[in-house]
């Protein structure tokens, strides 16, 4: 999985605040499910429309508008409004080259981060961006706009009211949209590491250029994850030790827990980096010395013969006078002469430990 | 020994606090086994059942419930509930796929760390996950339920009333648990120590494609220690750190000795990882070295032989006009220049000190 | 692009104050640009001379000088008294080999940083050094003097009056000039993303000696960008944490997003660091590889052809007793034996995985 | 020098603070040296029993009691039962294998650090560690029990009243201790500085195997003495931070200086560190290197004399029908054209610079 | 350059304190020299004796105070009881092995760093150290006694009352003389990255064993250089941030601007230290590469000839039965066959790009 490299530079010259969408363009409309929930009830609507949130903007209940994909401009920008959002927080949502961040605004807080998840067709790494703004009685979520998403299980549990999360405000939920992103990130870290185990395999059994490419590209997958995945920690530390009134206490706790998480999914990441350039180097000496073995048996080879090709040689010529040529006994002689040649060499690798 | 993927994904799209255990279900049942004492006596049950512990919990004395195997989701349950534990540290309990760190909850600490054991059988690392929850007047340590445990000299010193231990709180009883798990981190760095020095020899005397393969396999295990090591001194530190009025002042003299025991196994890992790289260095620096000494031989060969055998190819042609052919000391010319050849070629490489 | 070597050794022995123009010096003359304004109206002024600069000194309007080339001297000092600029200050301007840094002066703000451009011409980054000073009601911004300009966008937007920028401080429009410099970062960045995929394209399907030279090319820029952008954070957070009533608490927001870029831009450089690395040993990797493979070649070749060439050159010696020489069946038979030699050698080939 | 495993193991499951010598055992009785002064005079007692230094504890002298040998753990009992020392103070005075700490201890500060010499017969760095523990009125060191010892000179100046330590207290003694312990490091620094000159001089002029060696051992050592003098920054800043009124502000200024000897060391070892592994970088270029130059020599003689033994080889075929065979004139121009084979080969060799 | 080990061995044993002259003793005796200024006017004395301090010592001029040498330890005991030096002060001054650092005595303030000049004729760096005291009215200056100094520009400056150094106090001079050394660090700099420049392009145009010998002693500068630099920062950091009334709130400024420089001087080692290492990297990854093209000629050669001798040795047998030798066509036929293996290798090994 690559990181594309997004066309930021579109943005060059505008005045900050302008909105332009950075990144890929996902196929179909923007579209809004509104999930609005108290103890007492849900209401829900998919493909909803912005003025319907409207009404819910002053009333108690959570209300949890998910947006998904950010082409409409128009949409956000009414959104923004809406909801009072800073220019450059609308900026940042469509910018889908975010670093990972939380901001403390006024009246609401802002998170960004990566949402990973593997794609078990293509066995890659799919990534895509969102966006957390959770005020007094309110989340917004904005995705990129992938197909599929993460969230499903937490909106089957709203609806059912299993667990604690009818009874929370907009804080837990929006923990819970980042627990269930982190949790995600572990899958990612299990796929790896099946992956680096079956490369070590290899490494052992049988190293080749094939298993150099796959150490290049899980080498490369890290890189990707690691960028990921640093910020998280920062991020969920300043959420936990933020004084915003926006964040309950008993909330915290569940924070303190993901930025545990957060600390083991880093912790992980720097382990397989040490593994993978382990990795690397074992492959190197190994093919070192392979090179090796391969160098001593055309040594060995080319020690024992050329001589023995010499004194052929020797003998090939058409010299009138040479009298071994003609003696009864040259013949077997010269056999026996080549013989001990081979021999002694075979001795000298030997004690060499060559063979 | 191989840090195993643990099957966190199975928990994705819970809820938080949603009890399931991630990794290994070791055989047989989940063990209880009860130790009640203060200065005047000791109350021992072995194979306990869970009821049993409640009568302990209102008494001064310190009850130590000590739980072996991690499968038995309801007992749990019923003990988080009977102590007030918090979903999370149940949870926590449960996933053995856990960093080491202490928590500072309402009521009681909650400690969870890796305990690490050398298997003389299969001279293998084995690692098991404690966790540690004590309070106002009971210590909880739970295991993952592999055989054995390193804790039975302890329960011997609070049966015989040796030393300070039946005189002290829960507090000074969780200290003595981490004592012990980190004791053993010695012994396997012992261990480590040995096996790095075997392979230093190995390295001197005879390397070959087997050191590569140790020095691979001792940098996979001690990047797994690390792994494990590393988040004790922040463990202790905390601890050590704590305003919790759990623990005593007299407690925290053993605690700054625990975390000097855990800052000198970190420091010495690190002296390892220091070495084991530097041993690949050497190692790949001698593989060029012998490959050099390897290639010497070749060229001397060649460039010995490849001119002679030239030679008498030459005077093996077959053209009729070929005066030399018919000279009465042609031959032995011919042999005495072949010896000039040689001789220079060897003393060419002798000035080049390449004999 | 290469970091050229300022020539600060003429200065070695002056006075501190004293103002040596140090740098590369660019043709034509210094060129002073007036842009006063406020939110009624614009008052821009091309090729200006210094003095007309003055009027502007005392009203509440935002005057915004721009001044291109460093060598006229005088004009500089004059600027400098006029503005109660100090000498240290006068001297980092004319500098050009400065770190990034933001000084916090009585009365003013000084900022110095470098300006990246990518030329594409000669596709290489182009780099500027750029001094802003902005005080009460002035904004200063003094460029190395390089053809073109990256503020024009900026200019427009403030004749045009679009966005916030006519309606605020100097602070802001300093702000706008910082947050123009980053953001051709960015680009920057991208260029540079874009071969990096290309290099590891060619490092896949055809590495050479071409591929190295790129890998080192990159790897300077690399260093040189990570040396220009690492003080970019400390010099935004510098300016987002002054307590400077020169800058306006709507602007530290703004601060806080370039904040947000700078720290964006060191992790993507870090990033590209990690690849470049890697690439390198993936690089040093497959020519050991397929110096491996061509010694395969040269092995098998060897190993065959040898002993064959041996057998040939025996069965060519004149001796007068061979009684193999005169058989009917010799020859075949001779062939037959090579044959077999070659079989068995090919079969050891294709068990040892050679082939 | 190699640090040797400290069989630590043998004390684990035993109570904490329970006293187990763990390191080597040196020949010989445990020794006591007591030195008793005051401005007025010195009472000196070598070969001393623990009940001699009694009296001593109540006066206002200062009392220096040198204990060299940890394997009379009943005479380390009574002392630390005489002096008040807490039982894992005792326990850490045992175990040998300590990380340099200073604690301060309620009526008392504890310094452990290892005493690094050279031995100029093995021309080996040898350890010893020491404790010192400190009071109001008494200064107890406490040395492994090697031969000899550092602290004469001390002795001597203590015995002569030369310069200010008769007038000052424990806490100028225990610095002059430390002063002593880390002026030796510098010894150390020098002996290693100058092989790693020898060293250097070597990989230019002759480079081999032994090289090698000689830098895995330098590497090594230099492990082991980072591992030694990194604790000592801290240890000694914590003394000098102590707010502990056993430590006089006078003396702080000596303890800063130390304090400054300590970096100094760090610095040298870092700076020892950066070059040895620079040096194994060139070695292995410089094998790199001669081992191409080896290759360089095989290739030209196989591509001169190949060609030139096929061509001898062709012209010695027995077709009965080879006009070349008969011709007057053939093997001269054979011959020749043999001369201008070789002679194009050594041209293209020239020119690829090979020769 | 190679840094000298210092024979700091030689004060063992002796107490803290006592003056012994460690480092390279220049010939010639201390010289002294005074410069005593105010605004109004200058006084000063070549070749001065120490006497003639003294007078100064109770005006309110500033009297600065250059010796030269240092093997002259009666003289800097006097000078100590003359000025009030605390004896480690005065041992850290002639023990030339110091590292950089500032000690705010009391009434004084010591500092102590590395004076770097470039030798034109030796082409080498010349280290030299120079302490300065500064207190209320007067500057000491020390430096080793190595001909010729760095001051001779700022003592010109003093006669001629240039710039602001006459109107302010001994601080102001302290600073100047800090900022002498300091842009002589840049000196430094400006022809290490020459040489790295010049080395550079031998690296890409002809690489040899003498490109690997000077990437070694760059690399060797560049880690002495480093050792001198660090210390630098927190020196002037130390300055800065000092409370001591000593230091006029004017001069800070000035401090400010060095501590900059001094930043902007380890960036740039740093710089280079990378680029040193990229350039070794490259330069193992080029070796590497031309083995690999050396190897391909060999394996070229081999696999083309090889064939052909063999096959030119088999109808060389003087089998009499070899019914080949007979035919009318049997020589051309061969030769074609030769041709046609030489083609279909070389056509092979077009294939595979190895021509």
């Known amino acids: 999985m690559v990181e594309k490299v997004k066309k930021r530079s579109i943005k060059t010259g505008l005045p900050p605040g302008t909105l332009v969408h950075i990144g890929t363009h996902h196929a179909g409309e923007s579209r809004i499910r509104i999930l609005d929930y108290d103890e007492q009830g849900v209401r829900e609507k998919k493909e909803a429309l912005l003025a319907e949130c409207v009404p819910f903007r002053d009333t108690d209940s959570v209300t949890w508008i998910d947006i998904e994909g950010l082409h409409d401009l128009g949409l956000l920008e009414r959104l923004g409004t809406s909801y009072g959002l800073h220019p450059l927080i609308l900026e940042d949502i469509l910018n889908t080259d975010q670093r990972a961040k939380s901001d403390d605004m006024e009246g609401y807080i802002y998170i960004v981060l990566k949402m990973l998840d593997f794609d078990p067709v293509s066995t890659e790494i799919v990534s895509e961006?969102?966006?957390?703004?959770?005020?007094?009685?309110?989340?917004?979520?904005?995705?990129?706009?992938?197909?599929?998403?993460?969230?499903?299980?937490?909106?089957?549990?709203?609806?059912?009211?299993?667990?604690?999360?009818?009874?929370?405000?907009?804080?837990?939920?929006?923990?819970?949209?980042?627990?269930?992103?982190?949790?995600?990130?572990?899958?990612?870290?299990?796929?790896?590491?099946?992956?680096?185990?079956?490369?070590?395999?290899?490494?052992?059994?049988?190293?080749?250029?094939?298993?150099?490419?796959?150490?290049?590209?899980?080498?490369?997958?890290?890189?990707?994850?690691?960028?990921?995945?640093?910020?998280?920690?920062?991020?969920?530390?300043?959420?936990?030790?933020?004084?915003?009134?926006?964040?309950?206490?008993?909330?915290?706790?569940?924070?303190?827990?993901?930025?545990?998480?957060?600390?083991?999914?880093?912790?992980?990441?720097?382990?397989?980096?040490?593994?993978?350039?382990?990795?690397?180097?074992?492959?190197?000496?190994?093919?070192?010395?392979?090179?090796?073995?391969?160098?001593?048996?055309?040594?060995?080879?080319?020690?024992?013969?050329?001589?023995?090709?010499?004194?052929?040689?020797?003998?090939?010529?058409?010299f009138k006078f040479m009298p071994e040529l003609g003696w009864r006994w040259g013949y077997p002689l010269v056999l026996l002469i080549m013989l001990a040649v081979g021999g002694v060499m075979i001795y000298y690798f030997n004690k060499k430990n060559w063979l």
Chains 1, 2, 3, 4, 5 share one sequence.
């Open 129 to 318: 961006q969102v966006s957390i703004v959770f005020g007094r009685n309110f989340v917004i979520s904005i995705q990129e706009g992938r197909e599929g998403d993460l969230f499903e299980p937490l909106r089957e549990r709203i609806r059912n009211g299993k667990g604690r999360i009818r009874k929370l405000g907009p804080d837990y939920l929006a923990y819970s949209l980042l627990d269930t992103i982190i949790d995600h990130y572990f899958i990612i870290l299990e796929k790896f590491a099946e992956r680096i185990e079956t490369l070590e395999e290899n490494l052992v059994s049988d190293p080749g250029p094939e298993t150099l490419h796959q150490i290049h590209c899980l080498k490369r997958e890290m890189i990707f994850l690691r960028k990921s995945a640093w910020p998280l920690r920062e991020l969920i530390y300043n959420l936990e030790k933020s004084d915003s009134n926006l964040i309950q206490t008993t909330t915290k706790v569940y924070l303190r827990d993901i930025y545990d998480h957060a600390v083991h999914i880093i912790d992980s990441i720097e382990t397989y980096r040490d593994m993978l350039s382990s990795m690397l180097d074992i492959y190197l000496s190994s093919v070192s010395n392979r090179m090796n073995q391969v160098m001593k048996v055309l040594t060995i080879i080319a020690t024992i013969f050329m001589p023995l090709t010499f004194l052929a040689g020797v003998y090939g010529m058409n």
